[in-house]
């Protein structure tokens, strides 16, 4: 029996390992921001995550649950719609929709990268409104990937800080045709670790392995593990709170 499950397993994974790498849309990271930009593609992902500590780039404490949808109307330039809630312990689900629309400006076929500017606007968790900017870039040679990214948001909220930068970074390696392994990291409030008066709480650092199966020509899941580090400057003295976890799933089908 178990070398019948054996054989299964061999053969399916070898099934993944031909699929065609260019069948799928979209890059084999969660979180950098970069979508697809080829004209008339679209991408569904249905994204969940859980995070023991607040860590805005992966998720808030608590399970997070959403759709995200990217739509290129015209090549180069895309649209990303995404709705999601957030359940925790003793507090009443919440909800945050973002719309984004993003251009390349530079096209790893022709210049060597991808880069790209992003403008949107939304609600978040927080019940607050926001408008944000995303700056992106993103690079391929052989069987390496890397991606980068600076996402910029103004919270239209009392307490809150003026601006928020979240920072990205990622690398991946295709292990086989439809595998990519690699890593990501994001850095949040970094201005924690030096004003005592940071309003979002401290400094927040993440940073784990990543994972990108393409299982068919239309469905992809991408799995990700983080560390979650914060920090503050507190009485002159900088701190570190106790670290947590962030982890993210999403099935996604390209059309």
């Known amino acids: 029996m178990r070398a ?4 299964i397993l061999a053969g399916f ?3 993944l390992s031909t699929v065609p790498a260019g069948a799928a849309a979209g890059a084999p990271f969660l979180y950098q921001g970069i979508g697809e930009h080829r004209e008339g593609s679209a991408i569904l992902e249905w994204q969940n995550a ?3 500590r607040d860590a805005r780039p ?6 997070e ?9 015209v090549d180069g330039a895309g649209l990303r719609f995404s ?27 022709w210049q060597g990268m991808d880069l790209g500017l992003g403008f949107g606007f939304g609600r978040d968790f927080r019940d607050a409104w926001l408008p944000r900017i995303r700056v992106f870039l993103g690079a391929k040679s052989g069987r390496f990937e890397i991606a980068a990214g600076v996402l910029a948001e103004f919270p239209m909220a009392a307490g809150r800080d003026a601006m928020d930068v979240i920072i990205t970074a990622a690398a991946g390696y295709r292990i086989a045709d439809s595998w990519v392994a690699g890593v990501e990291a994001a850095a949040e409030d970094l201005e924690g670790f030096f004003e005592e008066e940071e309003a979002e709480g401290g400094a927040r650092l993440t940073a784990g392995p990543t994972l990108w199966v393409h299982v068919t020509d239309s469905w992809h899941i991408k799995a990700n593990v983080a560390a979650c580090i914060t920090g503050r ?16 799933l999403a099935v996604g089908y390209s059309f």
């Open 4 to 7: 019948k499950i054996f054989l």
């Open 13 to 15: 994974l070898s099934t």
């Open 50 to 52: 859980v995070g023991t």
């Open 58 to 63: 992966f998720s808030e404490r608590g399970f």
């Open 65 to 73: 649950t959403g759709l995200w949808l990217d739509y290129v109307p």
């Open 83 to 109: 709705n999601s809630y957030l359940f925790s312990a003793g507090v009443e689900p919440r909800a945050a929709v973002f719309l984004e629309g993003s251009w390349l400006l530079l096209r790893n076929e």
């Open 233 to 248: 400057l507190q009485d002159g003295t900088r701190e570190l709170v106790a670290p947590g976890v962030a982890a993210r």
